[in-house]
């Protein structure tokens, strides 16, 4: 009995912690929300996340040749020194620093469609929050390195996806690209709610490939949700 009640102070202390970690939106109706509530939906939660742009590797010319862009995915030349003109030496820096590529950084990824961000964004005024019709789900990619080209909104609609587990892909039936200054563009992908995506389909992984730069981030049905309601 007296090893129980001793047991007592760490579980009280455990809860405490649990409700300290806790953000403040989760327990609250998304009408209460107050402008702290808003900035921490729109930084980091279940719909909004920060993620690490991946490069594709250099095509070969074999590979733009078949794919009609002979322009596409490029390494950086080797020279002569590339090919073992000038010694050992200046042959390995040279390849070393054609390999070599900038760090892609970061973009910020959300599912924009859902009621929580909507209201985050009407909150906060966010301004370049994209208009989105409620016959789609929708899923932007902020702040992206975007090229220009005619018909980069076709191409990137290719080879984007939602996947859930043992379920048909899910492809976007269209694409937005409203671009910035600097060569960077809000992308926003749309996916047709008539298919549903349900709180038993767990994980939804989003994938997209812009340029030679790939973009992937995993969703959870079991956390999209305010007060067990499924927001998407």
């Not at 000038?86 to 990824?109: H, I, N």
């Not at 859902?114 to 789609?136: C, F, G, I, K, N």
Request: aromatic content about 6%; proline content about 5%; hydrophobic content about 40%.
């Amino acid at each position: 009995m007296g090893g129980k009640l001793k047991s007592w102070p760490l579980l009280l202390a455990a809860c405490l912690v649990a409700s300290a970690d806790e953000p403040s939106w989760r327990n609250k109706p998304v009408e209460q929300w107050d402008k702290e509530d808003a900035k921490q939906v729109l930084t980091d939660s279940p719909w909004v996340k920060s993620v690490a742009l991946q490069r594709v590797r250099d095509l070969s010319p074999d590979e733009r040749r078949a794919g009609g862009d002979m322009q596409a995915g490029i390494g950086k030349g080797v020279g002569l020194a590339g090919i073992g003109m000038f010694g050992a030496r200046r042959q390995a820096e040279a390849l070393a620093r054609a390999r070599a590529k900038p760090d892609p950084g970061t973009v910020v990824v959300r599912w924009e469609s859902a009621r929580p961000v909507r209201a985050a964004e009407r909150q906060l005024r966010d301004t370049e929050a994209p208009a989105v019709d409620s016959a789609y789900y929708a899923i932007a990619v902020y702040d992206m390195p975007t090229p220009v080209r005619w018909n980069l909104a076709r191409e990137v609609k290719g080879v984007a996806v939602l996947k859930r587990d043992k379920k048909k892909d899910l492809k976007p039936s269209g694409v937005v690209i409203l671009r910035k200054d600097g060569g960077l563009a809000t992308v926003v992908y749309l996916f047709r709610r008539s298919v549903e995506i349900a709180k038993r389909d767990g994980n939804v992984a989003f994938s997209a490939q812009i340029g030679r730069l790939f973009v992937s981030r995993m969703f959870s049905t079991k956390e999209m949700r305010i007060q067990g309601q499924l927001e998407l």
